[in-house]
């Protein structure tokens, strides 16, 4: 089956109590044994299984080209449990420079910065990452495509090789291109993990995390055991809202990317915008990879303004249909200034705004940012200053 039938069909069936079309949410937290004491319908306690958890999985399982998923609460308790569950060698864990900010707060703020070993590299530099993972004994190769907030294209098949060489597990963040848009597996990944916060769920309105694993994986038991001991699991609610999202999300994907491309273009011609950061565009260093190994090139990008902080800021202040908010995925267009988000430690040069493009008809979108980006009708008033090329990237 293709990719569309799987996203409507899989995990779940016609209801065969009711005849229900869509499938029924379980909130049940626990389940009748029979007069021998056994469980006949398979299901016992919520924390280890609930029907509504196991169609996200099984369908999750199908569409990524897996063979079983394991849903999570969120993204972060899905990464959090790859990383306790990753078969431990000198505790070794390679991740790219450029993250989601999340995992970075993770490793800096709680015990996980502790208990392993963090290396981080640029992984468009495969040189980087075999020195990386030849330096000492590693367990786990994380990589993340396209990258957040500098949109890098990162060679997933160059980088499992680097890691299986070396003996350790390469486990892809598929978050930003999805199973529509990218399929870590055939380009040799160990697992994928994907935010369902984002474009899964589609809308906004629900957080879980899922990893998805082949046949026989290592790493199966151990997030099994994670989740139903760790007490991560996702709620029934938030994987019918997933199950409700995914049946959409190849038609959104398609929409996102479509919309995506037109407004990169129009941001690359704005003359206040001295770079964008989008592997659609032909300029893109992502762009040749991201053709290769995407069927499409995604809708986040970010773009840089003349002027720093300040300007970018301002700029995001003046927009009124794109809505000044975190996160990525949904239907509505989101637009975030990374830098003051994240911090000293931001890779995000001071003038980068980060926008998820929603689907809203591209036209309004372009027209809101080219009416944010004017100032008094004087386009390019933020114009020539240096930030872009703090990154290496060329202003065009
Ligand atoms: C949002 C996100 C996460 C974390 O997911 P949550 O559901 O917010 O915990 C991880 N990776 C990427 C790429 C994300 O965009």
New binding site residues.
């Given amino acids: 089956m293709h990719l569309e039938t799987k996203a409507i069909h899989a995990g779940r069936g016609v209801d065969p109590s009711t005849g229900a079309v869509t499938i029924p949410l379980h909130p049940s937290t626990t389940f009748e044994r029979g007069a021998d004491g056994s469980f006949p319908s398979g299901y016992e306690y919520i924390r280890d299984d609930n029907p509504t958890r196991h169609a996200f999985e099984t369908a999750m399982a199908a569409l990524e080209g897996g063979q079983a998923a394991v849903a999570f609460s ?6 959090t449990a790859v990383f306790e569950a990753y078969p431990r060698k000198g505790n070794r864990i390679i991740v790219p420079d450029d ?2 900010f ?2 970075r707060s993770l490793i800096d703020e709680t015990d996980i910065g502790h208990r392993f070993d963090f290396v981080a590299v640029d992984m468009r530099d495969m040189d980087a990452l075999r020195a990386a993972v030849g330096a000492a004994p590693t367990g786990l190769v994380w990589i ?1 495509t396209p990258s ?1 907030p500098l949109i890098r294209v990162v060679d997933v098949r160059a980088a499992c090789n680097i890691a299986h060489e070396a003996g350790a597990l390469a486990v892809v ?1 598929n ?2 291109a999805t199973p529509i848009l990218q399929r870590p597996f055939e380009l040799g990944a160990d697992a994928v ?6 474009y899964i769920g589609g809308h906004s309105d629900l ?3 899922v990893v998805v694993l082949p046949d026989a994986s290592p790493l199966e038991r151990p997030l099994r055991m994670i989740q139903k001991h760790k007490g991560t699991a996702a709620a029934p609610f938030d994987c019918w809202l997933a199950l409700r999202g995914l049946q959409t999300l190849p038609v959104r994907m398609r929409a996102h990317c479509e919309g995506a491309q037109k407004v990169a273009e129009a941001l690359r011609k704005h003359p206040a915008v001295e770079a964008v950061l989008f592997p659609g565009l032909p300029g893109d260093p992502g762009h040749a990879l991201a053709g290769r190994q995407m069927s499409g090139y995604g809708a986040m990008l970010s773009f840089i303004v003349g002027g720093g902080a300040e300007a970018a800021v301002a700029v995001a202040g003046r927009l009124k249909l794109v809505v000044r908010a975190t ?3 949904g239907t509505h267009s989101l637009i975030e200034h990374r830098a003051s988000v994240e911090g000293p430690r931001s890779m995000a040069p001071s003038g980068l705004l980060r926008l998820s493009v929603g689907l809203e008809h591209p036209q309004d979108i372009i027209d809101d940012l080219d009416q944010a980006l004017s100032v008094a009708g004087r386009p390019g008033a933020f114009r020539g200053v240096r930030l872009a090329r703090d990154v290496g990237y060329r202003p065009k």
């Fill in positions: 969120s993204g972060m308790a899905a990464i993250m989601y999340g995992i993340e957040n963040d978050t930003w993990m994907h935010s369902a916060t984002k957080m879980a995390g996160s990525l995925g």
